[in-house]
């Protein structure tokens, strides 16, 4: 017997599916090298997205990546050695718009994880990945969801997320239990 749960998960899960078979994997890789060759990563976002790349930035500094999320109130200065991840779908939002322009002033990298290659965004970025699902704007040639307004962009930011540091981790044969290490302990 079926029931409502397994249906609808069931249909959240398949549009996460065909929204990943849809992603660049040189994009991806693109991303990786940056993040690799940066000295710090810098995470901006708003609402749920922002939440989604909370999670990566801490996912991050379990692999021992100096990862900071603009406007803590440990942030750090960014520099022209360091990398800034902009997630958002629409590429219109103006806070991690005006941020972006913000780091270029200061020659850092800027990547752009969002579905509109066309948005704003695109004149300070220098690397994209693109996820191609709905966004507000409701633009051609984006993967519709059956979930409420932009779910599927910042469920699929997060997985994305933890797929990109798991390809850093089997790169760069990192020991997992060694990563404990960089797990908090004042829990």
């Not at 995470?43 to 100096?66: N, T």
């Amino acid at each position: 017997m079926t029931t409502k749960f397994s249906r609808e998960q069931a249909a959240v899960i398949q549009e996460l599916g065909k929204t990943f078979d849809a992603v660049s994997d040189d994009q991806v890789q693109t991303l990786i090298a940056a993040i690799q060759q940066a000295d710090q990563v810098f995470f901006v976002g708003v609402g749920r997205v922002l939440l989604s790349l909370q999670a990566i930035a801490k996912r991050f500094v379990h692999l021992g990546i100096k990862a900071h999320v603009v406007g803590d109130i440990t942030e750090p200065a960014i520099t022209e050695n360091d990398l800034l991840i902009v997630g958002s779908g629409s590429g219109e939002s103006l806070f991690p718009l005006n941020i972006a322009r913000k780091a270029k002033g200061f020659n850092a990298t800027v990547a752009h994880i969002g579905s509109n290659p066309n948005s704003s965004m695109a004149e300070v970025t220098d690397i994209f990945v693109r996820i191609p699902v709905q966004t507000k704007l409701g633009l051609p040639g984006e993967i519709k969801s059956i979930q409420p307004m932009t779910s599927l962009f910042e469920q699929a930011l997060l997985i994305l997320g933890d797929t990109v540091a798991l390809m850093m981790i089997e790169d760069q044969a990192i020991d997992m239990p060694g990563l404990w290490q960089y797990h908090a302990n004042l829990e």
